[in-house]
C-alpha cells in the first residue's frame, strides 16, 4: 500500500484571475460571504476560473466496532447491518437527500457483522466482520488497517465524477472517532467524546472512560505515527474513507465532509497528506460535541448548521446544492461590465 | 385596503402526530435538527403529515428611495433600476440561483425612479418614481402606502403554487429597514444601521446620524401605528412586499424570508398581524449588521449563515433545497417498524 501524493492547490495567478472574476460580479463585493470562498476553492481544485461540478457521487461505508461490547452506544450493533439493510431499501435519510439532488450513492460494506445478499448498490469490501475491542487489544491489525485503505483508494474509480462525498453508519464510531480525535489534537478526552447516537450523560461519562482506559492500554500510540492510531482505535469504515478522501484528493477530486466521524477520518488522512485540506468541503457542523472543535483544529469554517448529528453522508447531500450556487455565480453572473451596472464610489 | 386575517397554525392533535411521525424515522431522535423543525412547522401550516411543496415562486420588489440624497449607500441611485434591468437579462445572482432550482422569479417595479420598457417578466406596480426625502417629510403618503400594500396581496395571486419567497432591490433600503427596525424594536440606532452595499465605518455613522434626525424629525410616529411607521420611514418595495407576505400566510403558503430588508417588512406584517410567524421560514442571518438582532427579536432561527449581504431574495433560493429536503424525509424515509430497524434502548 503506497498513500496517494497529493498536492497543493496553491496557485496565485489563478486565485487572483478568480477574486477578480468573483469581484467583477454584479453584486456588492464580498457579499456573497461563504460562497464566494467556495467558488475561489473549487476553482483552484479544478483549475480553472470556469468550474464545472460533475456527476457527484456519495460512498457510504459500513463497518462494526468491537468497543460497543463496553457499552458505548445507545443502540444495539445489529443496527449496523439493519441500517446498511434500509439503505439498500432507499429508506434511510441519505437515500432521500441523495435522490433528491441525484448523486449517486455506494454503499459500501467495509468490515460489518453479518452477512449480506450480494446486490446492486452494495459494495462488499468487508475486511472482517468488525474490529475488536480496542479496550483490549488493536481494533485491528496493520495489515488489515492497509488493506482497508487500498480498498478505499481503489473505490474512487468507480465515481467518475469530480465531486466525491464521504458517509458512514457504524454503531461505536463516535467511541472510535472520539479517540482518534483525542490522540491526533491533543484535546482532552472529555471535550471529544459526545452523545452519539443518544447517550444520557451517564453514558457520555462511562464512554469517556472506557476511552481514557484504553489510551492508557495503548500509551505507546502517539500521535507523530497516524496509521497506528488509525489501526488501534479505528473501525474499518474509517479507514478506508481516509483511503478514499486521500485518492479522490490526489486525482482532484472536491471532497464533501459530513460530520464527526468523516472528520476524524479526515484528520488521519490530514497528518499523512496535508494538502489535502485544499480540496475539502467542510459540509457542517455536526451537533455531536466534539466536531466543532475538530473543525478548529484544522480551521475549517462548515458550510451549515443545522444542528444535525446524523452521519450516514446527510450533511454532504445537503449542503451539495450550496457548492452547485457557487460554482453558478462564479460561471453564469454578469460583470457590471457586461450588465452596465455603475460601481460603488469606493471601487 | 382591508390587512388580510392570519390565523395561527397552532393544532395540537396534529403537532403530535407530525412529532410521532418524525420521531418514528430511522434516525436518532432530534438527528435532523432543523430540518425536523421545518418538517413539522410545514405539516402545520398544510394541516397535513404529508405535506408537498408546490411550485416555488420569487417575488423581487425594486423601488428607489429619496433618502439617498442625505448620502447613506456606497451605489448611486441609478443602480437600483440598472439592477432591474440586470434582472431582467437573467445576469443576478437571484436569476442564477431561481433557475438552479426551478423557482419562478417575478420582478416587481414597486416604485423605481425610472421608466422601464414593459416586457415579459417585469410587473408594473409601480405608485411612484421612488419615495421622498424621509429626513424632511414622510416617505409616502398613507394613501401611496395602502396602494402599495394592496399591489403586494393582489400579486399573490399570480403565484399559484404554496411557496413564497420575497426579495428586494432599492439602494438606500438599508437606511429605510434600520429606520422601522428601530421604532418596532426599541433597540437603539446604532445597533440597527449597518454598512449595507458597503460604507466605511464613517459612512455607518452618517447614516446613523440621517436615521436619528429623521427619527427626531417625525417624533410622533410611534410603533404603535405600523402603517405610520411604514409611510413614514418606508420604501414601496417594503411596503409592497408586507402586503403580499400578508396575504400569502392568509392563503396559508410558507413564506421565505431573506435578509434585512424582507425582515423588515416583516416586521411590519408580525405586528398586523402577529400569527405570520408561523408561515416564515427565516432563510438565512445576513451578515447586515442588525439582522441578528432582528431575528432574535422575533424569535427567530435561520436556516442559513453564510454570511451573506446580498438581498435580492438570494437567500430564499439557496434554503429552497433544505425545505424540500426537510419534507422529503418526512414523507419518503421509512419507520423503524417498515424498515425493522432496531430503537435505542432509551426509546
Not at 39 to 59: D, N
Not at 287 to 300: C, I, K, P, R
Request: with cysteine.
Amino acid at each position: 500500500m503506497k498513500i496517494p501524493y497529493v498536492c497543493s492547490t496553491a496557485d496565485d495567478g489563478l486565485a487572483q484571475a478568480l477574486e477578480q472574476a468573483i469581484n467583477n460580479k454584479t453584486k456588492p463585493l464580498g457579499s456573497l460571504g461563504l460562497l464566494e470562498t467556495l467558488a475561489k476553492q473549487i476553482g483552484l481544485v479544478f483549475q480553472t476560473v470556469q468550474p464545472k461540478l460533475e456527476s457527484p457521487s456519495m460512498l457510504v461505508f459500513a463497518g462494526d466496532h468491537g468497543i460497543t461490547a463496553e457499552g458505548v452506544s445507545a443502540y444495539p450493533q445489529d443496527v449496523t447491518w439493519q441500517m446498511v439493510e434500509n439503505f439498500l431499501g432507499q429508506g434511510a435519510a441519505i437515500n432521500v437527500f441523495a435522490r433528491q439532488h441525484q448523486m449517486a450513492l455506494h454503499i459500501v460494506d467495509a468490515g460489518v457483522n453479518y452477512d449480506f445478499v450480494p446486490r446492486a448498490g452494495l459494495l462488499d469490501r468487508k475486511v472482517a466482520y468488525g474490529t475488536q475491542n480496542f479496550l483490549y487489544q488493536a481494533a485491528m491489525s496493520l495489515q488489515d488497517c492497509k488493506q482497508a485503505l487500498q480498498h478505499g483508494m481503489e473505490l474512487v474509480d468507480l465515481c467518475p465524477g469530480n465531486v466525491l462525498g464521504f458517509g458512514e453508519m457504524g454503531i461505536g464510531n463516535t467511541t472510535s472517532a472520539a479517540a482518534i480525535m483525542h490522540i491526533l489534537t491533543g484535546l482532552p478526552i472529555e471535550q471529544c467524546v459526545g452523545a452519539g447516537t443518544g447517550l444520557s450523560a451517564q453514558g457520555i461519562s462511562h464512554k469517556a472512560q472506557v476511552i481514557q482506559a484504553a489510551v492508557v492500554h495503548h500509551a505507546h500510540v502517539k500521535d507523530t505515527d497516524p496509521l497506528a492510531v488509525l489501526a488501534t482505535f479505528g473501525g474499518f469504515e474509517i479507514a478506508m474513507m481516509a483511503g478514499a478522501m486521500l485518492q479522490a484528493a490526489a486525482q482532484r477530486k472536491v471532497l464533501l465532509i459530513d460530520g464527526f466521524i468523516a472528520t476524524s477520518a479526515l484528520l488521519l488522512a490530514w497528518r499523512l497528506q496535508p494538502a489535502i485540506l485544499d480540496y475539502c468541503v467542510f459540509c457542517h457542523c455536526s451537533d455531536e460535541s466534539g466536531h466543532q472543535l475538530m473543525l478548529a483544529h484544522l480551521g475549517a469554517r462548515p458550510v451549515l448548521q443545522l444542528g444535525l448529528r446524523l452521519g450516514e453522508g446527510t450533511a454532504c447531500a445537503l449542503a451539495w446544492p450550496l457548492l452547485q450556487s457557487a460554482v453558478g455565480f462564479l460561471c453564469e453572473m454578469s460583470t457590471f461590465e457586461t450588465a452596465q451596472v455603475s460601481q460603488s464610489a469606493a471601487s
